[in-house]
């Protein structure tokens, strides 16, 4: 399917230089059906903004046939330009990371899922996606009703709770608390040789979600961190791992947003226990 390219300069209320964030969209287009309607999906980046990888990951995702959203997240910071996968790039994206306030992070979440639901070509079924930072974006997007499903690639902090300004985040309390029983599905993938992530903060990860009966799917790969990146990986990238898992998350999003189903209804019955 073909795409488009756009972007959106939408007015923020937190950002406390009064910049608006930018988010990039790219979105399906078949010609001769200007009215066509599809699912959107927020793919939220790692700590270098929307890179060339992010935008072909993205652009992969719309030419399946979704709306897709990109929100450059440190707009507090400085421009939507992305920032280099350097030294001074990834020290300088470190760097926001916990000077943003996390309620900013929420609002930028927020005006995406907005954004999508207003524009003609989507029909305001969402889901989420991200890589890194942008896992851990994409798992609080969840908190969201609206989003239906989110696919969430190495997500880093989570387990160590350490997100935003004064490291401090409460996205597993929010879990704790409740705030995803019954609501959209998470699948979450990490590297089994991911340094950011270790054993022990997966398996908090996973016992706080299966606690908390969140529908879950927790996936474990060998590989490290940023295996998905097709640039500057540092030796990294699985094409191979990473297009069998491309395939399992189109396999999520065409089933929870790709299709109306209606609400979920629970009719009590029990798994029956066959072989």
Not at 116 to 131: D, E, H, P, V, Y
């Amino acid at each position: 399917m073909l795409i488009t390219k756009s972007y959106h300069d939408v007015p923020t209320k937190l950002d406390p230089n009064g910049r608006p964030i930018r988010i990039f969209v790219i979105a399906p287009n078949v010609p001769g059906y200007p009215n066509a309607k599809f699912p959107g999906v927020v793919c939220f980046s790692e700590i270098y903004q929307v890179t060339g990888p992010v935008e072909r990951f993205a652009g992969q995702i719309a030419s399946q046939g979704f709306v897709v959203a990109c929100p450059s997240t440190y707009h507090e910071f400085e421009g939507p330009d992305p920032i280099p996968y350097d030294v001074e790039g990834t020290d300088r994206g470190n760097k926001y990371k916990i000077e943003k306030e996390l309620a900013a992070y929420d609002e930028d979440a927020t005006l995406a899922i907005d954004l999508l639901c207003s524009l003609k070509n989507c029909n305001g079924r969402i889901a989420a996606t991200g890589m890194c930072l942008g896992g851990h974006l994409a798992f609080r997007a969840a908190f969201d009703r609206r989003v239906l499903a989110s696919v969430c690639f190495f997500a880093t902090d989570i387990h160590s709770a350490t997100l935003g300004k004064g490291k401090n985040d409460d996205s597993l309390a929010r879990v704790r608390r409740g705030d995803l029983t019954g609501k959209g599905e998470l699948v979450m993938i990490f590297g089994k040789q991911d340094t950011h992530v270790p054993r022990e903060g997966r398996d908090l990860i996973r016992k706080t979600l299966e606690d908390a009966n969140v529908t879950t799917s927790f996936l474990e790969v060998q590989a490290q961190h940023a295996f998905i990146r097709d640039e500057s990986s540092k030796g990294r990238w699985d094409a191979a791992l990473t297009r069998s898992l491309f395939s399992y998350m189109l396999e999520v999003f065409e089933r929870t947003v790709g299709k109306d189903l209606g609400e979920r209804v629970d009719d009590g019955s029990n798994i029956e226990h066959v072989c």
